[in-house]
T-cell receptor
């Protein structure tokens, strides 16, 4: 079974805090993704990574950064959280040359 | 460039009735097509996919979808809805060639099943 683990299911943070969302995989897949999911908007890609220390912007990178120091771990960072970043965040992995994505259970972040 | 349109943000059916969730796509290259399902408080999981070959594909839990190139559609169906089918369903498209396999997702359709 593919395992994609997101460190927190629920988080409550205050405006201006630095927030770290962690994602760990056990499949040795090269590609890792961060999405945010909002009602009526579906999944929107924030950042993705093809390899260690490599990152690419997705469709909505503003206000976010990422880190991939090890192949199995991909972190999403909110440098200064704002209320409009309240959302569900989903991590996904994808094998190189493959098409199927495998998702973590998600982190529901509330910024107050 | 690629995009996905899911018609209807909510679909309501009675238990035992036919389920039909609509998905239309646009793609500048031949596409791979997917349906994912998201149960409450969970991540997405693959329901079924079309890559090549037979245009009618079967997935888990009795769902199937048909790729119709002329209509640029990939509608999801199930003959008889069950209460456990209540979930959010996402259609996705990715290029079959060109190097990038990053999917584009539709906005999702919430399936409501009434007893």
């Amino acid at each position: 079974d593919v395992k994609v683990t997101q460190s927190s299911r629920y988080l409550v943070k205050r405006t201006g805090e630095k927030v770290f969302l962690e994602c760990v995989q056990d499949m040795d897949h090269e590609n890792m993704f961060w999405y945010r999911q909002d009602p009526g908007l579906g999944l929107r890609l924030i950042y993705f990574s093809y390899d260690v220390k490599m990152k690419e912007k997705g469709d909505i990178p503003e206000g976010y950064s990422v880190s991939r120091e090890k192949k199995e771990r991909f972190s999403l960072i909110l440098e200064s959280a704002s209320t409009n970043q309240t959302s569900m965040y989903l991590c996904a992995i994808q094998g190189s040359g493959k098409n199927i994505q495998y998702f973590g259970a998600g982190t529901r972040l509330s910024v107050l | 460039a690629q995009s996905v349109t899911q018609l209807g943000s909510h679909v309501s059916v009675s238990e035992g009735a036919l389920v039909l969730l609509r998905c239309n796509y646009s793609s500048s290259v031949p596409p791979y097509l997917f349906w994912y399902v998201q149960y409450p408080n969970q991540g997405l999981q693959l329901l079924l996919k079309y890559t090549t070959g037979a245009t009618l594909v079967k997935g888990i839990n009795g769902f199937e979808a048909e790729f119709k190139k002329s209509e640029t559609s990939f509608h999801l169906t199930k003959p008889s809805a069950h209460m456990s089918d209540a979930a959010e369903y996402f259609c996705a498209v990715s290029p079959a060639s060109g190097g990038s396999y990053i999917p584009t997702f539709g906005r999702g359709t919430s399936l409501i099943v009434h007893p």
